[in-house]
RNA sequence: CUGCCCGUAGCUCAACUGGAUAGAGCAACGGCCUUCUAAGCCGUAGGUUAGGGGUUCGAUUCCCUUCGGGCAGACCA
């Protein structure tokens, strides 16, 4: 299988319409809208007929009579004003579900590999991550994963903030504390808090935490490794919230701010030299025409503050040079916050000026809003402070414990920690994953453990009852070819088949929430199947076809789930 | 003031280059366990897609406008 069916549909479509001398009309083609209009649905017809003035209908009968879907479809027909509905044919789904357990890759198809770089997760080292960081991780963990099963090359980058003035107070906080032999690195958050009350109310150690500013940024010796020092306890404690997460960023996937350094000099002065950057009021600007401020005149972008210093508008741009001229990128994501949308238009759009961005290097910002409170607020603790996402995950995985005690009273302790571990975590990820990005999002312990609807524990639950079957199977064939003849399995290996475009569909869009609604239709289509087809009960050639067509939904549910990065459990 | 995002069932959310009667879940109500895990399945009810105008065979989707919410807009990121 080298196109997912949509693809394949479009081709036949499209050859049909070129054969009525529509040659470059769109096909459309679409899941279908209702069950009644079949699998899929051809809504280009109406198009093409509008635009040679023809009558849609007319058309659509053309159209038909040169559409060759022998083998694929087992209806076509023409309905409404000129929609082509187009059912698949059984024996068809049965031989695409037959070739995805054979095929390594499930049946989906490679398109041509890239070089992507996702940036994500990116928190600040001089503090502890709080719920502000989850979003951009398990969001840009789910599209690394995604582009690298459909066989992209991915750079994942962890643009972590380690530079800038407040490592200068730490620092200078550090020295204290370890000549009183505190070295109280433990709590990240209360090391931050009494370094910044120090250098409040403390004239003379803010002095020193500016020196240390100035030496960090100098080379100095001591104070970089002390820096470092910090670093690596800082970046211990992310390690161990993506283990617990299962989010796969590593060490080496590290490349922070200060990465940047010596090139912020170098760009600026690049940016001159073209004419781009100006002086203004003591800073280095670049005037965007594309931008308008207040006035509607050119809006200021700065890139080095009067002083001398850099920001992260600098340090960006670097990055894309690096980017592009080290990485040779085809494509960059950007998994950060949807309010910093205007800096990276302004920086996308100054990086192609400048030439940082050659024209075939995709830059895209993948935004996200907020989370919020049930009382549709910000996020916080019950004392308004920020909420650490090691409390968080904490209190996913003890609430769980609870839920998971409930259903198993006798299980052993042991195993309700690991299923709790799963379904806590595993609800908190999807809860975030299954929403559309671009909004913001209520968080609610509630409907994400409510288990029911579309929730993480839902998709576990269906791949655990295949589980139980094939614990419970004493002996089958296992290649034994699936055969469609109830229209339950028809329409599991129809969600079967889809598995390909869903995938396609979040790496073209970003968008994980498309993979999740995919799964949750899957499972739902599994437990109907489930409901209405016995399996065990079953015998001969149906029991065995069923029992593949429960392999190849638990295979795609296991993976699937596992691109989101979220664990599948035998029992629960 | 300017720009971006958003406004869909009581609640949380979908709706894939504009497609047919706008779909799910929760909550509500009614069915289904001597049969593979009922964390399930089936059914009922629930809508002027914030309001108004426009574009066209067709608009939740595109354009204009009003209202309401969020965010951003020269030295934080």
């Given at each position: 299988m080298n196109q997912t069916l949509i693809e394949l549909l479009d081709t036949r479509v499209r050859a049909a319409l070129a054969a009525v001398d529509c040659p470059d009309a769109p096909a459309v083609i679409q899941p279908a809208g209702r069950p009644e209009f079949g699998d899929y649905q051809a809504n280009g017809v109406m198009g093409a007929a509008k635009a040679r003035k023809m009558n849609p209908r007319q058309l659509a009968t053309e159209v038909l009579a040169k559409l060759d879907l022998a083998g694929i479809a087992s209806k076509v027909e023409i309905a409404g004003p000129g929609f082509i509905n187009i059912t698949l044919a059984p024996e068809y789904l049965a031989g695409l579900s037959n070739l995805a357990l054979t095929d390594a890759n499930m049946g989906v198809p490679h398109p041509p590999a890239q070089r992507v770089v996702v940036d994500y997760s990116s928190p600040n080292l001089a503090k502890e991550m709080h719920v502000g960081h989850l979003r951009s991780t398990i969001i840009g963990d789910a599209l690394a994963r995604v582009l690298?099963?459909?066989?992209?090359?991915?750079?994942?980058?962890n643009h972590v903030g380690d530079w800038g003035t407040q490592f200068g107070m730490l620092t200078a906080y550090l020295i204290e504390a370890e000549q009183a032999g505190d070295v109280a690195l433990s709590d990240l958050e209360d090391f931050y808090r009494r370094a910044k009350q120090r250098f409040d109310e403390d004239e003379?150690?803010?002095?020193h935490a500016r020196e240390c500013v100035v030496k960090l940024q100098g080379g100095d010796a001591q104070v970089n490794a002390l820096w470092q020092?910090?670093?690596?306890?800082?970046?211990?404690?992310?390690?161990?919230?993506?283990?617990?997460?299962?989010?796969?960023?590593?060490?080496?996937?590290?490349?922070?701010?200060?990465?940047?350094?010596?090139?912020?000099?170098?760009?600026v002065a690049d940016l001159q030299a073209k004419g781009?950057?100006?002086?203004?009021?003591?800073?280095?600007?670049v005037f965007l025409d594309e931008f308008k401020n207040k006035d509607g005149e050119a809006q200021a972008y700065i890139?080095?503050?009067?002083?001398?210093?850099?920001?992260?508008?600098?340090?960006?741009?670097?990055?894309?040079?690096?980017?592009?001229?080290?990485l040779h990128a085809d494509r960059v994501l950007y998994v950060v916050d949807a309010r910093q949308?205007?800096?990276?238009?302004?920086?996308?759009?100054?990086?192609?000026?400048?030439?940082?961005?050659?024209?075939?290097?995709?830059?895209?910002?993948?935004?996200?809003?907020?989370?919020?409170?049930?009382?549709?607020?910000?996020?916080?603790?019950?004392?308004?402070?920020?909420?650490?996402?090691?409390?968080?995950?904490?209190?996913?995985?003890?609430?769980a414990y609870a839920l998971v005690s409930e259903k198993n009273q006798e299980m052993p302790a042991e195993e309700r920690a690991v299923i709790a571990k799963a379904v806590g975590i595993g609800a908190v990820k999807y809860a975030d994953l299954s929403k559309n990005r671009?909004?913001?999002?209520?968080?609610?312990?509630?409907?994400?453990?409510?288990?029911?609807?579309?929730?993480?524990?839902?998709l576990q639950y269906a791949y655990t009852r295949i589980a139980s079957v094939f614990r419970r199977v004493e002996t089958f064939d296992t290649r034994a070819p699936i055969i469609i003849n109830d229209e339950a399995e028809r329409q599991l290996a129809l969600a079967l088949a889809r598995f390909a475009e869903a995938l396609q569909t979040v790496a073209r869009e970003t968008m994980p929430h498309f993979l999740c609604a995919y799964l949750y239709e899957l499972a739902t289509q599994f437990m109907?199947?489930?409901?209405?087809?016995?399996?065990?009960?079953?015998?001969?050639?149906v029991r065995d076809s069923r029992l593949r067509l429960c392999e190849l939904t638990a295979r795609t549910l296991k993976t699937g789930l596992g691109l989101l990065g979220i664990e599948t459990l035998e029992q629960m």
């Amino acid at each position: 299988m080298n196109q997912t069916l949509i693809e394949l549909l479009d081709t036949r479509v499209r050859a049909a319409l070129a054969a009525v001398d529509c040659p470059d009309a769109p096909a459309v083609i679409q899941p279908a809208g209702r069950p009644e209009f079949g699998d899929y649905q051809a809504n280009g017809v109406m198009g093409a007929a509008k635009a040679r003035k023809m009558n849609p209908r007319q058309l659509a009968t053309e159209v038909l009579a040169k559409l060759d879907l022998a083998g694929i479809a087992s209806k076509v027909e023409i309905a409404g004003p000129g929609f082509i509905n187009i059912t698949l044919a059984p024996e068809y789904l049965a031989g695409l579900s037959n070739l995805a357990l054979t095929d390594a890759n499930m049946g989906v198809p490679h398109p041509p590999a890239q070089r992507v770089v996702v940036d994500y997760s990116s928190p600040n080292l001089a503090k502890e991550m709080h719920v502000g960081h989850l979003r951009s991780t398990i969001i840009g963990d789910a599209l690394a994963r995604v582009l690298r099963f459909m066989g992209h090359e991915v750079i994942a980058q962890n643009h972590v903030g380690d530079w800038g003035t407040q490592f200068g107070m730490l620092t200078a906080y550090l020295i204290e504390a370890e000549q009183a032999g505190d070295v109280a690195l433990s709590d990240l958050e209360d090391f931050y808090r009494r370094a910044k009350q120090r250098f409040d109310e403390d004239e003379v150690f803010a002095t020193h935490a500016r020196e240390c500013v100035v030496k960090l940024q100098g080379g100095d010796a001591q104070v970089n490794a002390l820096w470092q020092k910090f670093l690596d306890v800082s970046l211990h404690h992310c390690e161990a919230l993506y283990a617990k997460l299962g989010v796969g960023l590593k060490r080496e996937d590290v490349r922070g701010e200060s990465a940047y350094n010596d090139d912020l000099p170098v760009v600026v002065a690049d940016l001159q030299a073209k004419g781009l950057a100006v002086e203004s009021e003591g800073a280095q600007v670049v005037f965007l025409d594309e931008f308008k401020n207040k006035d509607g005149e050119a809006q200021a972008y700065i890139v080095q503050k009067q002083g001398g210093g850099y920001l992260y508008a600098t340090t960006d741009l670097a990055a894309v040079r690096y980017r592009a001229g080290t990485l040779h990128a085809d494509r960059v994501l950007y998994v950060v916050d949807a309010r910093q949308a205007l800096h990276f238009q302004q920086m996308f759009t100054l990086s192609r000026k400048a030439g940082y961005a050659p024209a075939g290097m995709s830059l895209e910002h993948v935004g996200f809003g907020v989370m919020l409170g049930e009382d549709g607020k910000p996020f916080k603790t019950r004392s308004g402070g920020t909420v650490k996402l090691a409390d968080l995950l904490e209190e996913a995985e003890q609430r769980a414990y609870a839920l998971v005690s409930e259903k198993n009273q006798e299980m052993p302790a042991e195993e309700r920690a690991v299923i709790a571990k799963a379904v806590g975590i595993g609800a908190v990820k999807y809860a975030d994953l299954s929403k559309n990005r671009n909004s913001d999002y209520v968080f609610s312990w509630d409907s994400m453990l409510s288990f029911e609807g579309n929730t993480a524990p839902y998709l576990q639950y269906a791949y655990t009852r295949i589980a139980s079957v094939f614990r419970r199977v004493e002996t089958f064939d296992t290649r034994a070819p699936i055969i469609i003849n109830d229209e339950a399995e028809r329409q599991l290996a129809l969600a079967l088949a889809r598995f390909a475009e869903a995938l396609q569909t979040v790496a073209r869009e970003t968008m994980p929430h498309f993979l999740c609604a995919y799964l949750y239709e899957l499972a739902t289509q599994f437990m109907r199947f489930y409901e209405a087809c016995p399996v065990l009960k079953s015998e001969g050639s149906v029991r065995d076809s069923r029992l593949r067509l429960c392999e190849l939904t638990a295979r795609t549910l296991k993976t699937g789930l596992g691109l989101l990065g979220i664990e599948t459990l035998e029992q629960m």
